[in-house]
C-alpha cells in the first residue's frame, strides 16, 4: 500500500485526502495545513495523522509519497523538497505562476527519476479522454479544428481571484494542457482577447480579464479555439468538440441524470448541469489517484509530468502577452 500524505487541506486537499483513504492500494498516510483546524479536522475525520509542520511530512519514514495541494507559491519549492527526500509527488497545477521559477526549478530536480505528477485532472475525464482515443487512433481523420469550452458556474470570491494570478494561468491552464493532450501536436503561435463583462471592477482592479477566447495554431495550420466565462448561470460548462476531415468527436457536459421531460408547452426539458467542477470531474479525480499509484508503483514516468505543467504554463504566458500587446504570440518567445 502506498503512503501518500497531503499538503494543504483546502476545498481540492479535503477531496484528494477522501479519495486517498479510500482507494484500494493506497493509505493517507497524514496531512498538513498552514491552517492548523483544517489539517486538524480532516485527520480528526478520517482517523490519520496531523502533522505539525511540512519539514514533518517530507521527513517522516511513514510518508512515501506527498501529494501538493497547497497554495500556488509553494508548489515549486515543495517539489524541490520531495525530490530531494525522494518522495514521489503529485503536484496541482500550477506549478509556478513565474515562467522562470518553473525553468529553476526543472534545473534543480534534473536528473531525478522520481514520478512527478501535474494535476489536469481533466485528461482523466472519460468524456475528454474517448475525444482524445478518436483524434490518435485516426477515426476522425486528419484533425483540422478542436474547440475546448470551459465556463465556471460563478465567479469565486474576490480574494480567490486577487490571489489566482489570473484567468489564464488559473482557469484556463487545464484547457491549455487538455489541448495540446487532445491535438497531439505543439502549437506555434496564440492569439487571446480578453474582456471584463461578469465583474468589470474586480477585473479591473486585479488587471484580470474574466471572459476571454484564445486561438492556437500548430506549424501544420491545425486550428485550437478556447472559450472562458467566470461565469455560467445553468452550472458548470465543460464541452471538447474534435473536427477532422472524417468525423467529428464531442464531449459533454454531465447532468444529474439524462432523462429528456417532453410536455404541451415545452420539449427536451432535462436535469441541469452538474453545479461544481470537483462533481463535474468527481471521477476523473478518483482516476487521477489510481494513475499517480500506478506511476510510484510501477517506475513508469505519470501520463501527465512536469514538463507538461511548464508547456501549459508557457501557453498561459503568450495568451496574456497576446492580449496586452494585442498581437499574435509565438511560442519560440518563451524558449
Request: hydrophobic share 40%.
Amino acid at each position: 500500500m502506498l503512503r501518500i500524505a497531503v499538503l494543504g487541506c483546502g476545498r481540492i486537499g479535503r477531496m484528494h485526502a477522501e479519495n486517498i483513504h479510500t482507494h484500494p492500494r493506497a493509505v493517507l498516510a497524514g496531512v498538513f495545513d498552514v491552517v492548523k483546524a483544517a489539517s486538524e479536522d480532516i485527520a480528526s475525520r478520517l482517523g490519520v495523522p496531523h502533522f505539525p509542520t511540512s519539514d514533518a511530512v517530507f521527513d517522516s519514514a511513514e510518508v512515501d509519497a506527498i501529494l501538493i495541494a497547497t497554495s500556488t507559491a509553494t508548489h515549486a519549492d515543495f517539489i524541490e523538497q520531495a525530490m530531494r527526500c525522494g518522495k514521489p509527488v503529485l503536484c496541482e497545477k500550477p506549478i509556478d505562476l513565474s515562467l522562470d521559477r518553473v525553468k529553476l526549478c526543472a534545473e534543480r530536480i534534473a536528473g531525478s527519476d522520481l514520478p512527478i505528477m501535474l494535476g489536469f485532472v481533466r485528461r482523466f475525464d472519460e468524456g475528454h479522454g474517448a475525444v482524445r482515443k478518436a483524434v490518435a487512433a485516426g477515426t476522425l481523420g486528419e484533425l483540422h479544428q478542436l474547440t475546448i469550452t470551459s465556463r465556471d458556474p460563478d465567479i469565486a470570491t474576490d480574494a480567490y481571484i486577487e490571489a489566482s494570478g489570473g484567468i489564464f494561468h488559473d482557469m484556463t491552464i487545464h484547457d491549455f494542457d487538455m489541448a495540446r493532450f487532445i491535438m497531439g501536436e505543439e502549437f506555434e503561435t496564440v492569439s487571446a482577447v480578453g474582456a471584463r463583462l461578469v465583474s468589470p471592477e474586480l477585473m479591473e482592479r486585479c488587471d484580470d480579464y474574466d471572459t476571454i477566447t484564445v486561438v492556437m495554431t500548430t506549424a501544420s495550420g491545425k486550428q485550437c479555439t478556447i472559450l472562458n466565462s467566470r461565469r455560467a448561470v445553468y452550472g458548470s460548462d465543460q464541452r471538447v468538440e474534435a473536427f477532422g476531415s472524417a468525423g467529428m468527436a464531442i464531449s459533454e457536459n454531465r447532468t444529474e441524470h439524462g432523462a429528456k421531460i417532453y410536455g404541451a408547452t415545452f420539449t427536451d426539458q432535462g436535469a441541469p448541469n452538474l453545479n461544481f467542477f470537483i462533481e463535474r470531474y468527481g471521477s476523473a479525480f478518483a482516476a487521477e489517484i489510481d494513475a499517480f499509484v500506478d506511476a510510484v508503483e510501477t517506475g513508469q514516468p505519470p501520463s501527465v509530468g512536469f514538463a507538461d505543467g511548464q508547456k501549459a504554463l508557457e501557453l498561459a504566458e503568450a495568451a496574456r502577452l497576446s492580449v496586452r500587446e494585442g498581437r499574435s504570440v509565438k511560442l519560440s518567445e518563451f524558449s
